[in-house]
């Protein structure tokens, strides 16, 4: 039992502080022979990296990673991967004034509680700085995962109220990266990064909804009755800092329907005489097992709790206080958070991988 | 590594077809001296049981159960406990024109796929009949939770577009149990109830949503940074057959707020000298940790998979048919669902009461 | 985490207690189309069962057992398998007067200082009966690893003082079967059990060590650095009652000698061109992992604790008092324990050769 | 499921090749608050270390560790602790030469064959250069252990077959450190340097015999079935190098025991009423659970398998070959063995003393 671990077969442990000497994950597990890119494992890093735009916080964090085992000659060897990141723009200075009291909805005052100590610089462990021990480790699952032909593709499908009408399906999903919002509608893109601009000027922040596709998924990933794929990427994305609800295929809206509505039919198509469905309310799992058409979901983000504004709270002295942030801050965490989001779905895959791999007979 | 056993510290494997010998449960690392009562986990089950109104399924299910093991003198031991219901309204018959063919949105397709084989009675081990073990193991995690205070109560607050607009806070719980739907506002079920028995005479069935409330919880249940209160929750949710989607405090609805309306201030409360948020968006976790305020969540279901409307589908000889389905059936699982999400919520719950001891100073 | 589970990938969870309704095992995870011979389960049950010969316990066990899940149509499906087996035969009055104190070198003490409460009927939950249940699912992992060509075989290699001198490879071990005590050298056979009888006459009782070959183990089993397979078959053999030592290979005997003579080399052997050790002081493990020879380990008895002769012990009072034991007991458990220890040895092995499909790349 | 780590509550991952960047471990479940005495874990490292004396390896290793997270202003936060140590004195060159070429016992072969690939370097992650990481957790353990007044102090008794005669009680364990080879009995210890000294100038190795004292063991560590607490420990020494054999209390030599003399009496200690045994064959743990009691234990150390004599093997091209290793290795492992061993038996009772809190009733 590891409350710092995820994953079965794909194990990762992460481990640091947002101002710590270093962050890092084991990955144990990892199948031997795969070729480990390390540009791609960068470019994932940037794709988090805080400062990458004028709508992300512009704390800058160095991403320098450094493999300390389980890769020999460029190939993983099937012992456990250490990747560490140090922590080299400590700006502890900034959180000193804070130290003395519990910022509204973040994690100082449960973990103080809980623990009885805290690291106040930063957040301590419940910074979303740890969330980068997760992209490297995602990075590692793509890897694995794109040799099996499996794709993840999230984007911000809403801000506030400004959505995607669109579903995915009707979007060309390689124009994400097009903006600094990661929205593959351009149009709506732009609204996102008006809203938050103003936002920003306000010193406030703004929540918002991501959207997650995997395609490729063979027919057999998930295992019943508990860890049922949706249920196993439903707790991976509901790990991740501001993310407060999840949903697969249908999801909440799928409670407005009718069974006859909501079933998907199957069907055989001719061509290729494979089972396919005439519909995918289901979102790519049936009774937590992959049927083979897309795996889509959705992750619901609050808005990110440090904004530059007033605001009243409580000091370790139990007195009522007001304080005001003084630390860099996102104003929306979506644009960097879609890295995270396809992160965890690659871990949740791989780890399914491999365990469906248990049922091959020989 | 068990994907039929959730929990850690109060660990649950469950096991059982829907037309097998029997269903049941073993409960690992519950704590000794625990008073069983007996009637309370047939009050339990009763609440899941189908047949309890003309809104559920018609199908008759025994609920009586025994306790194998684990139980002396009316005590727990500390020692595992086994709890079965054996199967003796097997109506195996109903299902054997279903099993050359994949129901349309059932688990058929992909067990098969992954197994190779699938026991085709009544969705075998894929059927919500398993739910009736988690209800006994839940009910034992109640009887555990009550000595610590902590109470949960869900109800229906949603069926198709009819929902209950009142916030759980300005509802009186206690009259959830007065109606079949479960919904303790009694106008809004009265139109579920109708809705319900219209869709059921057209062979059709309609989903919904749960609420769940978790009252009396301490500050610190919740193990960061994968094992987050809310995660865990969601998982657990997620796992129950036909749950969709999953939110937490504000949810989905939170991601069309801005920071400085969904941050929860802290505030000293004079009279018992306590810290206490004055909102509760964040739905009682914070950075995955508890905070002493009350915990909700919603729960989305589809409809239920099974309707007597004809449909199309595929064979095992792969040709397109159509078919309808004979087996009785629930128009909508909601108000039987209700003992199942509190079922698995007091498994998390009893888990991370048992997982926060550890970090007690002696 | 639980503490009555064993194995990863095969993993059973066992319950019950001596004198309670009944034992049994979930095996979850044992991968599907295997066939289930239930008579090989019967016999595996016999061979451990009580009353079999004069030199074990009279008492008499119950081994009718029942599969409650898991299996369709006489094969597994790849739902977890629960088998149970009622108890029939109690004779709890034989405890009654055992019920205020605590019997030398058995669990009463530990038991109910750690958990407050025990079931004091025949040891309750301590009682070996609680084998049973591994036997049962050590019969299913047996069935599986036939399928792989992979034997186990133990036998009795000493009793006290009276030892098989012979090396595991120059006996028939076919022949273990054909004498009460499970000793394949007949002569050294027919020592022990004049040896138990005359023990068993004074009411005492007497340890041993059983020995324990696997043949046709792939190379690649085990799983460094923690899981090595001789670490996990350690951990089996000593989790069962009585058992207070283990060794692999050379075993102690190895501390003795020096590098050059321990050393296996590798031999190319021209016929079959495969790699070899031309010696086995390794026991078929190197580094935690099998290498394709026979693997060999040993485990050590006690003397079973009940004895009939008076003895000085505590009662729940604090004071000193004197007892003698009413039940039936075995004189010496090891021909029982045979079955004991190659059911837990399968467990381990079929656990092992699965977590090793993970490494073969696709 | 993950093979490199252990433990349950307290649960340590180690990471890292003798010859890679570094090697480290995390420790997840430590309780909060605990100091950390950076000397006290120099120092168990520095009696690990090799080149200590003139009877271990001259190889020099760099013991400066880092301690990268979950320690705050020197204490533990519950947040995991990571702790690396750089490897700065690679030779690798010395293994070119043996790349190609499985040695005799090492497990250059079954990795190969397990994984498809193996980092050949000093033996790669096989190495006892792992054993680094277990060190440095045992010490946070010992640590944790000293305020629960649970000391662990392990000795070498035998080397081939000079051994120590008297029993632990008889000896005084605190002369331990005061000679090389780490044997309390000044005089056997002086016999088993001369032997040393001789096996090393011939190029050999020896095997040898480590004891294991744990006291101030509180009643009701062990978790029953299967891990019980020696059943742990021994699964925890299995997995350290080159150990072969495990035995608890009286252990092998129990096997030659009547019950009548094996069996512990309860008896009141009339000056502190407190129940303690007459004799301790149980070694401190009865039904897999502690009884107050010393718990002592002997591991088996094989001969070490690097040799300076010329060997038979097989190269990689199938051919049978006979090499010489160059490599500076031990004579023999037992002194420094013994802070492994140690460390071991501290992460098992730290975990089972944290596993244990769970059962108290709040």
Do not use: W
Request: aromatic share 6%; charged share 25%.
């Amino acid at each position: 039992m590891s409350a710092n671990s995820f994953g079965e077969l794909f194990n990762i442990s992460t481990f640091g502080e947002s101002h710590g000497a270093a962050l890092g994950v084991i990955i144990d597990g990892c199948p031997p022979l795969l070729k480990i890119d390390t540009d791609f494992i960068l470019n994932e890093l940037a794709r988090r990296k805080p400062g990458q735009s004028n709508i992300t916080t512009e704390r800058n964090e160095d991403n320098e990673f450094e493999i300390l085992s389980g890769v020999f000659e460029g190939k993983t060897t099937g012992a456990p991967i250490a990747i560490i990141v140090k922590n080299n723009n400590h700006q502890s200075k900034d959180y000193d004034e804070l130290k003395d009291m519990y910022r509204p909805s973040h994690a100082d005052y449960t973990y103080e509680k809980k623990y009885g100590i805290r690291d106040y610089r930063g957040g301590g462990r419940s910074s979303a700085r740890e969330t980068v021990a997760r992209v490297m480790a995602g990075a590692i699952a793509k890897l694995f995962l794109r040799e099996q032909q499996i794709s993840i593709q999230a984007y911000v499908s809403q801000v506030a109220n400004i959505k995607v009408e669109k579903r995915y399906t009707e979007l060309d999903l390689s124009q994400t990266e097009k903006n600094n919002i990661r929205c593959p509608d351009e149009k709506v893109a732009q609204q996102m990064i008006s809203l938050i601009e103003e936002v920003k000027q306000n010193g406030d922040s703004v929540g918002g909804i991501i959207t997650c596709v995997i395609k490729g998924v063979p027919v057999g990933l998930g295992a019943p009755v508990f860890d049922k794929l949706h249920a196993d990427l439903g707790k991976a994305m509901l790990s991740i800092n501001a993310c407060k609800g999840f949903d697969i295929g249908s999801g909440f809206d799928g409670a407005l329907m009718r069974g006859s509505e909501h079933n998907d039919e199957f069907r055989i198509q001719n061509l290729e005489s494979k089972i396919r469905t005439s519909s995918n309310n289901s979102g790519g799992i049936q009774g937590g097992i992959s049927n083979g058409e897309d795996i889509f979901f959705r992750c619901a983000f609050k808005p990110v709790s440090t904004i530059k504004m007033e605001q009243q709270t409580v000091n370790l002295n139990l007195q009522n206080v007001s304080m005001k942030a003084a630390g860099r801050h996102d104003p929306c965490v979506l644009p960097r958070a879609v890295s995270i989001v396809e992160a965890m779905a690659a871990i949740v895959l791989t780890d399914h991988f491999l365990r469906n791999k248990i049922y091959s007979r020989i």
